[in-house]
């Protein structure tokens, strides 16, 4: 089986995608086939190892959903979910495509839910039952105030709470998204705020009276303004601490309120005693009470390390496996809160500046590159120098950029980020041409030619005869596609880097259209290799560096079709001596190919040529609009 295992404790990058034995159950235990697992905090704290208790080798993963494949025989094919405080820990957890469970610990999956939505549910709704019913023991007609309430287990609390029949107040940074089942279930919301008197606004909201149970899915922060929220001898649910791990507790409040601080660790529930919880949680979410958190991201079993790191990176995430490899989950997690702005806590609060609900994806990507961003600067020790460096230096960027001279594009083509973005978008086994990256020298408003038109534009050179066909993955002649075509001359140069020697005339590219088979064909000169734009911000780094700054010989294609993803890419000569050295990346070995070379004769097109000359050829594979790549 493929299991992520981790032997020593550290970042995300520790858990690799392993082969392991399949595992065997022993008598009274049964091997479960995981269809899904998500991400926990707790996984990634585990992993990171903070978590206490721990003994590596380890598979983590506490929460799954999955099919019994082998045990008693009326434990067959069921479909069972679950989690547990030693799963994971100190024993073999669900981020693998087997696990073995105690025969005790299986409980019968929600029909209702998928196996996403289920492997998403243990440890949030395990601990907000476990801190809300049992150990502070709602009531009916009683009012919880929820800290956290926008998190995993403050939704699932919240959830639990309604079906008690208590009053609900939710209290966090920023409130429930409107599709979360918080959101559907609670009476009142409170901003936190460390500043605001949230103990005052309880009060007010209740009637003068506090709230007879505070769930603090938060803890450190927001201890204070918990203990403040609470009436007469008022419950205090305790389950973790952000931030600072000792707070100060005004003690003659706290014997004069009778007040009671209940502790809860869902870690102290090992699978079997879970089980127990998930089989009186199951008629809930049978009868739709309970809905689990929106899953919002997937990921493979194999991108397992990616997934904790956007746990750890606190991206909301939620995955699903593939037919036969497991992904994993994350989801939602409790909202941290901290105001002081120090070198710790500046990124969160940057980030909270993006909580934005008009649009999830740009929440992400801010929330995403601050984190990187000060993560960089905290870990190379950032000099103000260095930082008015770099800032003047993206000023020149931009400044020397014009729409003739891509300076910003230059700066990501040779920081390989524009071969990354490509390689991210590439559709991974499909037949599809790759992509390479468009270059600076693309210009629109380009001649049209007709094929076997000659493109030279009378540049002399060695002539070259390019032939192409352009085919969906069916390998089917896509008729009509336009072909946009530029290259170099035989010095290294494109038409517009010589305007003046070409009296502005464009050369050396064409837009064609493909005829009905497909195909298009144009002469030319052959092109060489030569050098990215050096006499720029660009070039400083490259000399810095001391790196390559050739490009191999190539051609430029950029193909469009109705129904079909547009194709930006290019050709390489295989031979060129600067191959495996490209200055921007891009000369991928797909991309590589002859640029043959003949004796005078007979070319491509029946047309005898009295010099020596170059044939090109290539199919060009299309994706089909709706393929998603
Ligand atoms: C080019 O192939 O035209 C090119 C691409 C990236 C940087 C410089 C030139
Ligand atoms: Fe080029």
Redesign the pocket.
Same mark, same amino acid.
């Given at each position: 089986m493929r299991a992520l295992r981790f032997d020593h404790f550290g970042e995300p990058t520790v858990l690799q995608p392993t082969d392991m034995p399949d595992p065997v159950a022993a008598p009274q235990e049964a091997v479960i086939q995981v269809k899904a697992a998500s991400v926990n905090p707790s996984d990634v704290k585990n992993v990171a190892g903070t978590m206490e208790g721990t003994v590596l080798p380890r598979i983590p993963g506490r929460d799954f959903a999955g099919v019994v494949i082998s045990g008693p025989p009326e434990w067959q094919g069921v479909a069972v979910w679950g989690t547990g405080g030693d799963v994971g820990f100190t024993r073999d957890g669900s981020h693998a495509q087997l696990m073995t469970l105690p025969v005790d610990a299986l409980v019968r999956k929600p029909e209702r839910l998928s196996f996403e939505e289920a492997s998403s549910v243990g440890v949030n709704f395990v601990v907000g039952w476990l801190g809300a019913v049992e150990a502070a023991q709602l009531d009916e007609g009683e009012t919880i105030a929820v800290f956290g309430v926008s998190g995993g287990v403050g939704g699932a609390v919240a959830q639990i709470a309604r079906s008690l029949g208590a009053t609900v107040i939710g209290v966090d940074r920023r409130p429930p998204g409107p599709e979360t089942p918080a959101a559907a279930v609670i009476d009142d919301f409170i901003v936190f705020d460390p500043a605001a008197d949230i103990g005052a606004e309880v009060k007010r909201l209740t009637g003068g009276r506090g709230a007879h149970v505070v769930y603090d899915a938060v803890g450190g922060v927001t201890t204070a303004a918990a203990l403040a929220s609470l009436a007469h001898r008022g419950r205090l649910v305790v389950i973790s601490a952000v931030g600072a791990r000792a707070v100060e507790i005004d003690l003659i409040d706290l014997y004069h309120n009778e007040t009671r601080i209940l502790g809860s660790d869902s870690r102290k529930l090992d699978v079997v005693e879970s089980a127990r919880r998930l089989q009186r949680i199951s008629p809930y979410f049978e009868n739709g009470a309970f809905r689990p958190l929106p899953v919002a991201a997937s990921y493979s079993l194999e991108e397992g390390a990616v997934a904790y790191k956007a746990v750890a990176d606190r991206i909301p995430a939620a995955w699903s496996f593939g037919p036969d490899i497991q992904p994993i989950q994350s989801r939602r997690e409790a909202t941290k809160m901290s105001s002081n702005l120090t070198e710790q806590t500046i990124t969160e609060a940057v980030q909270r500046t993006f909580d934005t609900p008009t649009d999830e994806r740009f929440r992400q990507l801010f929330v995403c590159l601050v984190q990187h961003l000060h993560d960089f600067a905290r870990e190379v020790r950032l000099t103000g120098d260095e930082w008015f460096t770099a800032m003047d230096f993206v000023e020149r960027v931009g400044k020397v950029s014009s729409p003739t001279r891509?300076e910003v594009?230059?700066l990501s083509?040779?920081l390989g980020f @524009?071969v990354l973005v490509d390689a991210i978008n590439q559709k991974s086994g499909s037949s599809v041409t790759d992509s390479? !990256? !468009?270059? %600076?020298? =693309?210009v629109e408003g380009r001649p049209t030619a007709d094929n076997g038109a000659d493109i030279s534009g009378g540049v002399a050179g060695t002539p070259m005869f390019v032939t192409g066909r352009i085919v969906d993955e069916q390998g089917r002649p896509i008729a009509g596609a336009h072909v946009d075509t530029?290259h @170099?001359d035989g010095e290294g140069f =494109?038409d517009v880097q010589q305007t003046e020697k070409l009296h502005d005339e464009f050369a050396m590219r064409a837009l064609l259209t493909a005829d009905d088979d497909g195909r298009f064909w144009y002469r030319s000169i052959t092109p060489r290799y =030569?050098p &990215? %734009?050096t006499d720029g911000p660009c070039g400083e780094i490259m000399r810095a560096a001391n790196r390559p700054v050739m490009?191999p010989q +190539?051609v +430029?294609f950029w193909i469009h079709a109705e129904g079909y993803q547009p194709l930006i890419t290019?050709l390489f000569y295989r031979g060129d001596p600067y191959i495996g050295r490209d200055? &921007?990346f891009?000369d991928v070995q797909s991309l590589q190919t002859d640029f043959v070379r003949h004796e005078p004769g007979i070319a491509p097109g029946g047309t005898t040529i009295e010099e020596p000359f170059v044939t090109l050829d290539w199919t060009f594979v299309l994706a089909a609009q709706s393929d998603g790549k």
């Open positions: 891509q594009m230059l083509d040779i @524009s390479a !990256l !468009l270059g %600076p020298f =693309y530029w @170099s =494109y =030569y &990215v %734009p490009r +190539h +430029h290019q200055a &921007v891009a």
